[in-house]
C-alpha cells in the first residue's frame, strides 16, 4: 500500500527550529512534486513550500527566508527545516505528493499524509 507519513512535529518556543520528515513507502516507482501543506484552526489549508523532481522549489511569502524544503529521492522522503519559528506557524502541516505506483506506466497520483501538529508556544 503506498503512503506519505509525516515525523518531526512537536511543540517548540517561539525562535525555535523544528524539521519535518514525509516518507512515501510501498511500491513507488517515481515521485515527481512534493509540497507542503499546513491547516491552521479555522482556517483554509494553504501551500507552504513545493520541490520539482529536478530540486527547483517555490516557498509561500510568509516562509520564505525561513523554511527550506529538501528532498532525498534515494530514501523517497522531503523534509521542510523550520527555523525562526512564531505562533503563527502553529498548525498541523501536510506533506502531498505525486507518486508513480506502477513501472509500465508514466501515471502519476496525488497522495496526502496523515498530518503532524506544530505548536509554537512559550
Known amino acids: 500500500q503506498v503512503q506519505l507519513v509525516e515525523s518531526g512535529g512537536g511543540l517548540v518556543q517561539p525562535g525555535g527550529s523544528l524539521r519535518l520528515s514525509c516518507a512515501a513507502s510501498?511500491?513507488?516507482?517515481?515521485?515527481?512534486?512534493m509540497n507542503w501543506y499546513r491547516q491552521a484552526p479555522g482556517k483554509q489549508r494553504e501551500l507552504v513550500a513545493t520541490?520539482?523532481?529536478?530540486?527547483?522549489?517555490n516557498y509561500a511569502d510568509s516562509v520564505k527566508g525561513r523554511f527550506t524544503i529538501s528532498r532525498d529521492d534515494a530514501k523517497n522522503t522531503v523534509y521542510l527545516q523550520m527555523n525562526s519559528l512564531s505562533p503563527e506557524d502553529t498548525a498541523v502541516y501536510y506533506c502531498?505528493?505525486?507518486?508513480?505506483?506502477?513501472?509500465?506506466?508514466?501515471?502519476?497520483?496525488?497522495?496526502w499524509g496523515q498530518g503532524t501538529q506544530v505548536t509554537v508556544s512559550s
Open positions: 510501498g511500491r513507488i516507482f517515481g515521485i515527481n512534486t
Open positions: 520541490i520539482t523532481s529536478g530540486g527547483a522549489t
Open positions: 502531498n505528493a505525486d507518486l508513480r505506483r506502477s513501472a509500465y506506466s508514466t501515471i502519476y497520483y496525488n497522495y
